[in-house]
């Protein structure tokens, strides 16, 4: 934890040193950056994602796992009503494994997936607007949240189970944005989803209730400054 809180540290001051050097107006020129009215495309990626992969061996048989746990990343649009206000809509990907066992019956393949789809708002105050300074904002959330899992086996009756299963969640967060000439942000948020239980195992485990900090890159396009 230590160590990621470090690179976020780190992500954060070469932002700033960029961000100045691309965006800083003419001396004597300050300007004021209007988000009133526009749009914004962003892809992020979760920075506690946990990429794994691991073989084991017993007399039961071989089994192999891998797979990403946690927060992995999203496709986002956002449309500014304000400076201050914004609406959200994500669409994301927590979790996603796979699982290949092979005993005494023959082989079983497990894989399993969950998709948060989240519609909020984002809010951040009106005096961190100019084109120098960070916007601090605070983001809510809420929607469903798709867990799909397969199951393949080929034991004495082979079968295939496919389902999907729906849990309500919501996200609260919290990050900074800075702009990177006139079209480009980028964000560095830190945030926390809350889901209910999947009515049925979704890969290892129901509850994906979980903390994410995330780094996005995001495309403003539409209305004017």
Request: hydrophobic share 40%.
């Given at each position: 934890?230590?160590?990621?809180?470090?690179?976020?540290?780190?992500?954060?001051?070469?932002?700033?040193?960029?961000?100045?050097?691309?965006?800083?107006?003419?001396?004597?020129?300050?300007?004021?950056?209007?988000?009133?009215?526009?749009?914004?495309?962003?892809?992020?990626?979760?920075?506690?994602?946990?990429?794994?992969?691991?073989?084991?061996?017993?007399?039961?048989?071989?089994?192999?796992?891998?797979?990403?746990?946690?927060?992995?990343?999203?496709?986002?649009?956002?449309?500014?009503?304000?400076?201050?206000?914004?609406?959200?809509?994500?669409?994301?990907?927590?979790?996603?494994?796979?699982?290949?066992?092979?005993?005494?019956?023959?082989?079983?393949?497990?894989?399993?997936?969950?998709?948060?789809?989240?519609?909020?708002?984002?809010?951040?105050?009106?005096?961190?607007?100019?084109?120098?300074?960070?916007?601090?904002?605070?983001?809510?959330?809420?929607?469903?949240y798709f867990g799909m899992a397969s199951n393949v086996t080929t034991d004495w009756f082979p079968a295939t189970?496919?389902?999907?299963?729906?849990?309500?969640?919501?996200?609260?967060?919290?990050?900074?944005?800075?702009?990177?000439?006139?079209?480009f942000i980028v964000d560095v948020g830190a945030g926390y989803h809350l889901v209910s239980d999947f009515p049925?195992?979704?890969?290892?485990?129901?509850?994906y209730s979980s903390p994410d900090f995330t780094l996005a890159l995001g495309f403003v396009f539409g209305g004017?400054?």
């Amino acid at each position: 934890m230590t160590k990621v809180y470090r690179i976020i540290s780190l992500l954060c001051f070469t932002i700033v040193f960029v961000s100045n050097s691309f965006s800083a107006p003419p001396a004597g020129d300050m300007v004021t950056r209007s988000f009133s009215g526009r749009n914004a495309v962003s892809m992020s990626l979760g920075l506690l994602s946990d990429m794994n992969a691991s073989s084991e061996i017993s007399r039961a048989g071989v089994t192999t796992r891998s797979g990403g746990g946690g927060f992995m990343g999203a496709l986002g649009f956002t449309h500014w009503y304000t400076d201050r206000l914004g609406v959200d809509v994500n669409i994301g990907v927590m979790n996603a494994e796979a699982k290949t066992s092979v005993g005494p019956h023959g082989p079983r393949v497990e894989s399993a997936v969950v998709m948060p789809l989240l519609f909020g708002i984002r809010y951040q105050p009106v005096l961190l607007t100019t084109a120098n300074e960070p916007r601090v904002y605070l983001t809510a959330a809420v929607g469903p949240y798709f867990g799909m899992a397969s199951n393949v086996t080929t034991d004495w009756f082979p079968a295939t189970e496919e389902y999907t299963e729906t849990a309500l969640g919501a996200r609260i967060g919290v990050g900074m944005s800075f702009s990177l000439g006139r079209i480009f942000i980028v964000d560095v948020g830190a945030g926390y989803h809350l889901v209910s239980d999947f009515p049925r195992r979704i890969g290892s485990r129901e509850n994906y209730s979980s903390p994410d900090f995330t780094l996005a890159l995001g495309f403003v396009f539409g209305g004017m400054y």
